[in-house]
């Protein structure tokens, strides 16, 4: 959003205006009152222009960005505990924000008082500078966040990860990375992970109260762009992640932040799962049939990202497929696996039970296990077959084929003496 610096508005009676929720220090008044905005259907609500102090014209008012703002409100609420307001001044900042006048003045609060709204001599303005260093941030260390942080330190870019336990990723450290401790269910070590930060690369188990925590503290922080992990999401979706995935981005999308969605295809590292199978049966089995998929290595997806976080300017409010170079079925897929690690591998077909089953013997939570099982089984009526150049076009290079990554990881998948006995 612009920057701009708003008239001044004579003070008249009580004080025309309050700072938007995000940024009032301890506007528990602005908080109660934009809560009546948010549900007066006279009126889009109004957000913040950075920090300068003005308000200025909400975005279009629809069901995200409302949801957002209270869900902001009441994070701010349960971390701040905010100071009380009376029926006066509640009554006093709706008709204010709900006026013509609601775009054009400069916002006042007065901090005396705790920050309670009081009849300010002149407007006090907050700085929008941030650190010196501008930061990339990555919200969880996973296959995509780890690889992404690794090339960013490699190249002598700044950037931090967020871990609930930072010992264990460790390696991340030596390489340079920037690894500070925190958790996506609360606010306030976002909000500190965020200090400095220019972008955000959102990557999660999706889960959407963590996510949208950290799209309110990147309001917050003054963040210039996310780039959101996502995938093949929809409201209708017979997959609770994918369900979840579109309420995050609906979120992002309502929050006013540069953004780039990122809908990748399946992993291959996803294989990596049934690796002690193939390494001890030499065969590979789903309830895939004869549906085909575009596979993507994780290591694509996380050179993708961390070249928009690096420039996210020609990226502002785009979405990318991303895929490999081409769509192969898990048949055609064991068929690779043969060829580079000189052996026959079968594929043998599963229901879903059975697959449900086998991932859970593997170590995969029952809940994600069944979530899996679901996108695969969409995979087998061609939920999956598609391929773009999405991924060659950003990064100037083909992706990884599938060959490629059986090769860099035929260890895994190779068979020991004691797996064959």
């Known amino acids: ?58 975005p279009t008012r629809t069901p995200a960005s409302v949801a957002l703002a209270k869900r902001s409100m009441s994070s701010r609420r349960a971390h701040r505990p905010g100071h009380g307001a009376t029926r006066e001044e509640i009554a006093n900042a709706v008709s204010f924000l709900t006026s013509d006048d609601a775009t054009s003045c400069t916002a006042r609060f007065c901090p005396a008082d705790g920050g309670r709204v009081a009849a300010c001599a002149s407007p006090i ?11 990339i941030l990555i919200t969880t260390a996973g296959k995509v966040g780890a690889e992404a942080a690794r090339l960013l330190a490699a190249e002598g870019k700044p950037v931090r990860v967020i871990a609930r336990n930072p010992e264990k990723v460790a390696a991340l450290s030596q390489a340079g990375v920037d690894v500070v401790e925190g958790d996506l269910e609360v606010p306030s070590s976002i909000d500190a992970a965020l200090r400095g930060v220019s972008s955000v690369i959102l990557v999660s188990l999706a889960i959407p109260n963590q996510e949208l925590n950290v799209v309110i503290s990147a309001v917050r922080a003054d963040v210039d762009h996310v780039v959101k992990i996502t995938s093949k999401a929809s409201r209708d979706s017979p997959i609770a992640r994918r369900r979840g995935q579109t309420e995050i981005e609906e979120g992002l999308i309502a929050s006013g932040l540069g953004y780039t969605l990122l809908r990748n295809n399946v992993y291959m590292q996803n294989f990596l799962m049934l690796a002690p199978a193939i390494a001890k049966t030499s065969s590979v089995g789903a309830n895939t049939g004869d549906g085909s998929a575009g596979l993507i290595d994780s290591r694509d997806v996380a050179a993708v990202a961390a070249q928009i976080a690096t420039n996210p300017a020609p990226h502002k409010d785009k979405t990318y497929w991303l895929t490999g170079p081409e769509a192969l079925t898990y048949a055609e897929a064991a068929a690779v696996f043969s060829h580079v ?81």
């Open 1 to 58: 959003m612009p920057r701009r610096r708003a008239p001044a508005c004579p003070v008249t009676g009580p004080p025309p205006t309050l700072m938007w929720l995000l940024l009032n220090p301890g506007g528990q008044v602005l908080e109660v009152a934009a809560d009546c905005l948010l549900d007066d259907p006279r009126t889009a609500h109004p957000v913040h222009d950075d920090r300068a102090g003005s308000l200025a014209p909400g």
């Open 125 to 135: 303005h907050l700085s929008t500078a941030k650190d010196d260093i501008t930061m």
């Open 341 to 421: 690690l000189n052996r026959p591998i079968d594929f043998h077909r599963l229901s879903d039970e059975e697959q449900t089953q086998a991932m859970i013997a593997a170590g995969v939570p029952e809940p994600v296990a069944q979530m899996n099982t679901q996108a695969l089984a969409l995979l087998a009526q061609g939920d999956s077959d598609w391929v773009t150049d999405d991924v060659s076009t950003i990064l100037g290079r083909p992706p990884r084929s599938f060959e490629q990554f059986c090769t860099d990881h035929a260890e895994a998948f190779s068979a020991t003496r004691e797996d064959r006995q």
